[in-house]
């Protein structure tokens, strides 16, 4: 555990996702999911078959996304502790993999924006490969979540 | 008395230096212009044993990102025949699909490439992208493998950067051993006749645990796919790309062969040697010191008084567009341009600046020599080109430096003073060789026209008291304005901009930086396309097949309709 963070440095050890009962089908309303942020723009969105959306993602440049999980806030980052940074994105829990010398659109972030509890799951705000700063990349964390940074 | 005469004969010649044990220069020339067409990443497979690896389309052009060009295609392999009469959607998944555990390979990934450059250059391979790759899993659990193209004449091999010269993605796959640490793949190389190569960079995966708004009917066997995309460069006279035509590749369309020149996915063509952004840095210094610029601020370099009393950190222009570019953002100006100007001010010019601030290390098989002072400043220089790679048992080389495996450097030049080599003594006139170690040793003893030290520019304190007190003393017009206009119209592409602490956001170079930029990816689409004047290419009529034919592979007609 690294804070509120567990770094998993392995591929397939994202944060757990909540049930997603199939089939899938289009989603109609997906700009009012929790896990939108007009960041995002228009998508094509498919929901459970219970209806809901379990996360949005968009693979830019940096690469976007926003999500529920379940469990403990597992992230795969993979670097020496020196590079990994807790920081506080609008007062919710983040943490930072910096870029490696040589790589300077090496950094990611993820912000905790809800812990997850007995009766709904947390949501995780995530960005991955940027050349922005930290300060920068927090401020769009901090936009996909819809608050101040 | 000899070698004074070959030193003689080595200056007057310019660059044809043919001194020593060393490797040959190649004088520069008009750039040329390189097309690398981007085939199927799916490995496909031989379904017939014909020799000619086939693949499907599960899913048509489709965006990776809103608004952004719609050039991801899903792809998977052929496994076999399509059956009299076609197959119905649901009988086709029988017929295409990939296994990411298939033992025949058609669950691999590759980067193929088709590289074709002018009919008068590289009649032998030319290097023309370095490629940089990258294999993880984002934060959804998606996995990929990203493939940074970059310039390779201009690439800093040092610090492993370069002009950007697009993207290629797959997305469900991973490379081996993917641990999100960037690593060399190798370089795209064209020919004059057009160049076939394939290198496997991964494997397809079981990507369960990529679940975000994912289209049925997701990653169950059946499904398994490579979704291919490229993330274009910034688009200008130099550098434009394409996607081939949706008619050639719609949804579910099958015997899409991998070797086929027509069949290609991407293509980016650019020059060598020429920045994405070459255009961009005079347009920036206008827009920069026009009178209602950020550096101007007021008429009369309040922007940049701030910049140097600290009261701003950064300054930040309105939205705007560069023309002639695909590019339009916010530019981001900080103190390292002042820094730069007080330099420029002080007699060392701005090329020599950014040249001496980057010391780019050229990438093995270069022939680029790589200026770090001159070429000419009253006949003083210094550059590095590389030499070779050293070879086993070469460790008593170069006096000891040499690393078996490490790549071998040649550093030279003509300094104000003399300068330490272990293969030539002290000398102001040639070269020496070996390590990067070597090279910096040797210019941080190289001094330029009239003893100038490049390796020792003004500090950014003094540079913000110099301009903070011309501009107060009235000197805003006549001394600091175009001292930063000097530096920042020497640029000659995103490098030298990011030196000067000059950035833009979206960043120049065409990494989009931030989603929801749809007006600026339809734009490069269209202005490169404008600029360029490029159709869709047709690469079966340019025969550009030629030198692959002589593979082992089977042959295609001209017409590419049918195999030989």
Known sequence: MLGDFLVTAKVGQVADWPPCPEPRRPAQNYKASEVYSPVFGDLEVYECADGKIIGLSVYGDPSIGKRYFVGPAKVNYFAPLDRLVLLKVAGRPAIAQL??????????????????????????????????????????????????? | ?????????????????????????????????DTIY??????????????????????????????????????????????????????????????????DGSGKVDLTTYGVTGPLDCSSPCISLTVRGRSFEYGDGCDYIEADLYDFVTMDDGHKVGEKKGKQRMIHALAPNSTNVPYDLPSIQVTSTGLYASNEIGTLQNDTNCKPNTNPPGFTPGGYHVHHDFMPPTGSQSCSWNQNTPANFPR?????????????????SHKPGVSCFADGPPKLADNL????????????????????TGAQSSLTSPQTCITGTSWCGTISVTPPVVQAAFSNYLGLSPTDYLRAQQKRIPPRGSTTPYYWYGPDNGGFYFYVFWWMTYPDGSGYWDCGMGVPGAERYWAGFSSWTGIYTCQNGFISLGGGGGPVTAIENEWSQ?????????????????????????????HWADVVKPALDAVIRAGTGNMDMATLGI?????????????????????MNTVASRVMDLPLFDPTRADMNRDWIGSTRPRWSLTGKALR
């Open chain 1, 99 to 149: 870029p490696a010398p040589g790589d300077p659109e090496g950094l990611r972030l993820a912000v905790i924006q809800r812990v997850p509890s007995n009766n709904q799951p947390g949501i995780m705000v995530w960005i991955d490969n940027t050349s922005k700063s930290v300060a920068e990349a927090a401020a769009l964390a901090a936009e996909i979540m819809g608050v101040r940074p």
């Open chain 2, 1 to 33: 008395m000899k070698r004074f005469l070959v030193l003689m004969t080595a200056v007057c010649s310019g660059l044809s230096l043919p001194l020593f044990d060393r490797p040959e220069i190649v004088q520069a020339q008009t750039p040329r212009t």
């Open chain 2, 38 to 103: 981007f085939m199927g990443a799916t490995r496909g497979k031989d379904y017939n044993n014909t020799g000619v690896l086939s693949w499907c389309v599960s899913r048509s052009w489709h965006e990776s990102y809103p608004n952004g060009p719609a050039d991801a295609l899903d792809e998977v392999a052929q496994q076999q025949a399509v059956p009299t009469p076609p197959p119905t959607d649901d009988q086709w998944p029988a017929i295409c699909n990939s296994d990411p555990t298939a033992i």
């Open chain 2, 252 to 268: 579910h369309i099958t015997d899409r062969q991998k070797q086929n020149p027509s069949h290609w996915v991407h293509f980016v």
């Open chain 2, 289 to 308: 010191l026009a009178s209602d610029g950020v550096l101007d601020g007021d008429g009369n370099g309040g922007g940049t008084r701030a910049l140097a």
């Open chain 2, 446 to 474: 190289f001094r330029g026209l009239n003893g100038i030290n490049p390796t020792a520019p003004p500090t950014q304190q003094d540079a913000n008291t110099w301009a903070q007190t011309q501009i107060d003393s009235g």
């Open chain 2, 503 to 523: 950035t833009g956001d979206p960043p120049f170079d065409g990494d989009l930086g931030q989603v929801g930029l749809a007006g600026v990816m339809n734009r």
